[in-house]
């Protein structure tokens, strides 16, 4: 049975675990997912003066990150379809105004066409319903030349790495999520389906070129955990 992605569904999900979030995070992933973000940033830098979009943003780690490099005249989005996520997102900002929240659904984006210098997605892709559509629309509001980002979990090859890693992911990873977390819908039960139902190495690549993007490049981090893909928008 394939797993339970309806936008209703994820939104609840999310809005139920959004308190914790951040925290829960760091202790699972051993605070990795703050050097795989930084990663993200490194490799893909930003490069001009047009916006930059931080898609299914959540508590907005990524934007944030983004946000610290570019000058402050250069406009930052982080948009997300549940709201107690982007409201946890606005009390990290300190500054006030550093990034631009916005409530939106990745699947229905309210930007023009060929906005964005730069469009990311962390641990979020997975999420949409549709994968592809998703993809389409990262591609139709980026700028002709533009990056698109996506950092994403994945399932480690290498034995017996991938072996011990999987038993803790399907395994132990929930039961202590679930534990913490105490939500109903369940939310550290989903994460491993979801990532062993998700396209990873080729396979996203090969998507990401059908929605339009081209120069699709991936980097495994962590011996597997979690991959960065990086594209361009194509130029015409």
Request: charged share 20%; net charge positive.
């Amino acid at each position: 049975m394939s797993v339970d992605k309806s936008a209703p569904r994820v939104r609840r999900m999310f809005g139920q675990i959004a308190g914790r979030y951040d925290r829960l995070n760091h202790l699972l992933s051993l605070s990795l997912d703050r050097y795989w973000r930084w990663q993200a940033t490194r490799r893909a830098p930003p490069d001009g003066t047009l916006p930059i979009l931080d898609l299914c943003t959540g508590t907005g780690d990524l934007a944030l990150s983004y946000r610290r490099r570019v000058p402050a005249d250069v406009l930052v989005i982080g948009a997300d379809f549940c709201h107690e996520m982007l409201v946890c997102g606005t009390h990290k900002d300190s500054d006030g105004n550093r990034v631009n929240w916005v409530e939106a659904d990745a699947e229905a984006l309210p930007f023009q066409d060929a906005t964005f210098q730069l469009v990311s997605v962390a641990f979020g892709l997975r999420n949409i319903a549709d994968t592809d559509n998703g993809l389409r629309e990262m591609a139709r509001v980026c700028a002709p030349g533009g990056q698109v980002v996506v950092l994403e979990f994945s399932m480690p090859t290498r034995q017996p790495f991938s072996l011990l890693y999987g038993a803790y992911f399907r395994y132990v990873l929930p039961r202590i999520g679930q534990l913490l977390a105490r939500n109903r819908e369940s939310a550290y039960n989903y994460l491993p389906a979801s990532v062993g139902e998700f396209p990873q190495g080729e396979a996203l690549a090969e998507r990401m070129r059908s929605a339009g993007l081209t120069d699709v490049r991936w980097y495994p981090m962590t011996l597997g955990v979690a991959t960065l893909y990086l594209a361009k928008r194509e130029l015409s």
